[in-house]
């Protein structure tokens, strides 16, 4: 089915051919039209056109007015002010176009105009390091605009791109190599034990190479077996890297997401393009030489001492660092994913090194107009007392105990209601985890990405506020209203009047593919979480002020609301399934 355009598209484009008709000198002008709290719409771009036209923009509103004349979707438009135009629909056009929603897999919701590749560099832990509260907001943040693109028709590419590369390797193969059953198991090994065995694993490799010297000149030597290809040495990196796999899909599992093995691409993956890579750059001047390292300069990034700060692509030594593997990255993805837009889900402290990586990816000409790098840079996660989140000892919080508690506290909440609902244990248990997973997810994604947000599981787990479980909580009461109507079915009835309420939620209803365009181009997921929560709040409403099933209502009211409602539970599970959020049927 065809896209329905949204009743304040509709009217914005007869303002704007009332405007052309009335005032033809003033050529394209836009109505500046917006939500309101005196009518449905104000329109206020006649106060500047005045301006433009030197005329009084009371006068040039009326003329408007005049231009526009009756017909379905406007009710009433009058002039209010130094010319302001406030607009009421009308009820048979919001029920009319909601039907028309209603109709649709994709309640309307049309596909981006020009949909092109993204590239999603998100989720990006370390191999054979466990994951913590810093990993949780690459994953949610990620993870949900995924979704969200994907459904505007835009084909992405998912890129995880892991820490398996590196000095420390050298370390860990070689005490490998000389306790070589360190790592054996049987299959089926749990995400727990394999993390528990690459600890162990670490702490008894770094305790021997703190304490010998003879190992820990063994261990640099197998950097260099590593980097240069050796096989055994390969062999037993790979083994790492399998068993830090295991780990981190138990608990991308636990978090609901979805990680395929292709996806996994680490800084591995570029190995073989790093020469070419600072090569081109030098050739090319985008790189210099300077005490050895190949570097770029950049006029605005300066020091503390005033001195240029640069990007090091290749250090003194011969070795790459993180701009070489990331550079490289780029170019992979531009000349052989083919993608026009490349989204970075990093912590907001690497904003200099990425702004500095794609100014001299633009200068190499691998970004340009027709590619573009956007950093979806994200604050720290705090703890109640607002600062960074640790453990009563002052470690670093791990996120599987984080997540474990969150399924434990919503379970606890859950259960609570078991009775009331009719829940069995198994609906508790899977509840308490698609509550607890919620919660820790949309509290998340609830805030501006940019911000720091306080990870406070009591306020999460709430009934009452801006949580997920309020969220889920709607949605489960319109599933309880529609088993509860019995042979009563939704329909649409536009020649009713609307209550106030009704209005207000059909109206915002209708504005959820304009925020779902809104947040697939701006990249901030916390719009749709708030659109979310102000629809489950107009829905509190209207369920304190219109009685669905009442018996005093006739057929076609009761058909009507109950339309009304099964369209928001829609809305809310699709919202919600965008941002990984599950909306259990029976809460």
């Avoid at 500047?48 to 036209?53: G, T």
Wanted: contains cysteine.
């Amino acid at each position: 089915m065809a896209s329905v355009p949204s009743l304040a598209s509709t009217v914005q484009q007869r303002l704007a051919d009332a405007l052309s008709a009335a005032l033809p000198e003033a050529g394209s002008v836009d109505p500046l039209l917006r939500r309101s709290d005196r009518a449905d719409f104000q329109a206020n771009g006649i106060l500047a056109l005045a301006k433009k036209l030197k005329g009084n923009p009371r006068e040039l509103a009326t003329k408007v007015v005049d231009a526009i004349g009756a017909d379905d979707v406007v009710k009433d438009i009058e002039v209010s002010g130094p010319g302001f135009l406030n607009i009421s629909i009308s009820d048979k056009a919001i029920i009319e176009t909601l039907g028309d929603r209603a109709a649709d897999d994709r309640l309307g919701v049309p596909y981006a105009e020009n949909p092109g590749t993204t590239v999603i560099d998100y989720a990006q832990p370390n191999v054979a390091k466990e994951m913590h509260v810093g990993h949780l907001r690459s994953a949610v943040i990620g993870d949900a605009m995924v979704q969200i693109l994907e459904f505007a028709g835009e084909k992405v590419v998912r890129r995880h791109h892991i820490g398996d590369w590196g000095t420390q390797f050298g370390m860990l193969i070689q005490y490998l190599i000389e306790h070589p059953h360190e790592l054996d198991h049987k299959d089926g090994v749990s995400g727990e034990e394999a993390m528990s065995n690459l600890n162990r694993l670490y702490k008894a490799a770094r305790a021997l190479f703190d304490s010998d010297e003879e190992f820990k000149a063994r261990s640099r030597d197998r950097v260099v077996a590593l980097q240069s290809g050796d096989e055994e040495t390969l062999a037993l990196w790979q083994k790492f890297v399998d068993e830090s796999k295991i780990y981190f899909y138990s608990v991308f599992d636990k978090l609901d997401m979805e990680i395929r093995d292709p996806d996994v691409v680490g800084e591995s993956g570029y190995n073989d393009m790093l020469d070419e890579t600072c090569r081109i750059l030098e050739e090319s001047g985008v790189a210099v030489r300077s005490e050895g390292a190949l570097c770029v300069f950049f006029d605005d990034v300066k020091g503390p001492d005033g001195n240029p700060v640069p990007l090091i692509v290749k250090k003194s030594n011969g070795g790459y660092g993180y701009a070489a593997t990331d550079l490289s990255a780029i170019r992979d993805r531009v000349q052989n994913l083919n993608a026009n837009t490349l989204v970075y889900v990093v912590d907001a402290r690497q904003s200099l090194h990425f702004k500095m990586v794609f100014e001299t990816a633009r200068r190499a000409g691998w970004l340009g107009d027709k590619v573009k790098a956007v950093q979806l840079a994200f604050g720290t996660v705090l703890g109640k007392d607002g600062k960074p989140f640790k453990t009563r000892e002052g470690e670093t919080v791990r996120l599987v105990d984080l997540l474990d508690e969150a399924i434990d506290r919503a379970t606890a909440v859950v259960a609570e209601k078991r009775e009331k609902v009719g829940l069995t244990d198994q609906e508790v248990a899977e509840n308490g985890r698609y509550v607890g997973i919620g919660a820790v997810k949309y509290a998340d994604l609830s805030t501006s990405a940019v911000r720091d947000y306080k990870f406070d599981l009591d306020q999460m787990v709430s009934l009452n506020g801006d949580t997920s479980v309020y969220l889920q909580y709607a949605y489960a009461r319109i599933q309880s209203i529609k088993r509860n109507a019995g042979e009563r079915r939704p329909a649409a009835h536009a020649e009713l009047s609307l209550a106030p309420a009704e209005r207000a939620l059909g109206l915002h209803l209708d504005q959820f593919g304009e925020v779902l365009a809104e947040v697939a181009s701006s990249y901030e997921p916390h719009k749709l979480a708030a659109y979310l929560y102000q629809l489950a709040s107009h829905l509190t409403t209207f369920y304190d002020q219109c009685h669905v099933l009442s018996e005093d209502n006739p057929a076609e009211v009761v058909e009507n609301r109950l339309f009304l409602v099964d369209l928001t539970g829609r809305t809310l599970h699709q919202g919600m399934a965008l941002l990984g959020i599950r909306t259990p049927e029976r809460l």
